[in-house]
């Protein structure tokens, strides 16, 4: 099995927490929402694409068109 993918989101994340904890103790709330939502964006983008391969991998299993 295939951890880089977990190791993606994992970094992520912790990036994104990072970011936001720097920017809410310098009192800038509104920006760290954004940085927030910014990681969960990138990561539901990663989980699309993953998604979009499966698909693909079922389509040539059952050979459907």
């Known amino acids: 099995m295939d951890f880089?993918?977990?190791l993606k989101i994992a970094g992520i994340g912790i990036l994104t927490?990072?970011?936001?904890?720097?920017?809410?103790?310098s009192d800038k709330d509104e920006?760290?929402?954004?940085?927030t939502l910014a990681?969960?964006?990138l990561v539901?983008?990663?989980?699309v694409d993953m998604?979009?391969?499966l698909f693909?991998?079922?389509k040539s299993i059952f050979?459907?068109?």
């Open 17 to 25: 927490a990072f970011i936001s904890f720097i920017l809410k103790k």
């Open 4 to 6: 880089s993918i977990l």
């Open 51 to 53: 998604l979009g391969g």
């Open 31 to 35: 920006i760290a929402t954004f940085a």
């Open 44 to 47: 539901i983008l990663l989980i």
């Open 39 to 41: 990681g969960l964006i």
């Open 63 to 65: 050979a459907l068109y």
């Open 56 to 58: 693909d991998t079922i």
